[in-house]
């Protein structure tokens, strides 16, 4: 079936240390693919997609790359900061089933200073 | 604009009591969208809403239903809340069903435990 799965956290990070997330999925057809954000106590909100292959999202400096040869849309930043603590959520969103959203388990990320 | 809005924040339950989760979103989106969030299990989607007047099941639909009351308001109800049901839930929507350009926008959530 279609799925997203995402590295495991948590991460921690220095601040300024660069941060990759990764992010591989299985679906049946030509899926978008997004990365949500949420801080804490807060609902989701998007960072960043893209809606074909090869296509480049990008956000607050976090960039991500739509690969269709490895299914996969890996969440990168060049240097993070403590204001980036928060959970990172992939998801695919499919048109055949109504634009549903399938989401990874999130990967926690915690930067200090 | 408010955007998606949730009531009630937080809700405490007895196993077997009933409750309406509300939501109302102020961006003229035709579809709309209730998720439960579970740790180590990301958010799954519950049922969902493409149009005013259709509602369909998404993942986990067992124990919920859902009413569309008009284009701004999607509500979930609970008829005999199990403890299985403690969860964040989460309302969205989106301008449209099947474009899967359309992001969707979240609301900030109700904290449910049922006891």
């Known amino acids: 079936g279609d799925s997203v799965t995402q590295m495991e956290g948590p991460v921690t990070l220095s601040e300024e240390a660069f941060l990759t997330i990764n992010c591989t999925y299985t679906?049946?057809?030509?899926?978008?693919l997004f990365w949500y954000v949420q801080y804490p106590g807060e609902g989701l909100q998007l960072l960043l997609k893209?809606?074909?292959?090869?296509d480049k999202g990008s956000n607050k400096g976090f960039e991500a790359t739509y690969r269709k040869e490895t299914t996969s849309f890996h969440l990168e930043k060049g240097s993070v900061q403590v204001s980036d603590s928060a959970v990172y959520f992939c998801?695919?969103?499919?048109?055949?089933?109504?634009?549903?959203?399938?989401f990874g388990t999130g990967t926690s990320l915690t930067v200090i200073p | 604009n408010a955007g998606v809005t949730q009531t009630p924040k937080f809700q405490v339950l007895k196993t077997g009591q009933s409750m309406t989760l509300q939501c109302a979103q102020d961006?003229?989106?035709?579809?709309m969208y209730w998720y439960r969030q579970d740790p180590g299990m990301g958010l799954r989607l519950i049922y969902y809403?493409?149009?005013?007047?259709?509602?369909d099941k998404g993942e986990v639909p067992n124990g919920y239903n859902v009413s569309r009351l008009n284009k701004r308001e999607f509500s979930l109800r609970l008829e005999s809340a199990a403890p299985s049901q403690t969860s964040v839930y989460f309302c969205?929507?989106?301008?449209?069903?099947?474009?899967?350009?359309?992001?969707?926008?979240f609301g900030p959530g109700t904290r449910l435990t049922v006891l």
């Open positions: 998801a695919l969103s499919l048109r055949r089933t109504g634009n549903q959203f399938y």
């Open positions: 809403s493409a149009s005013e007047g259709t509602t």
């Open positions: 961006m003229n989106h035709n579809s």
């Open positions: 679906a049946t057809g030509y899926p978008s």
């Open positions: 893209a809606t074909k292959a090869d």
């Open positions: 969205a929507s989106s301008e449209m069903a099947y474009s899967t350009d359309n992001e969707q926008f």
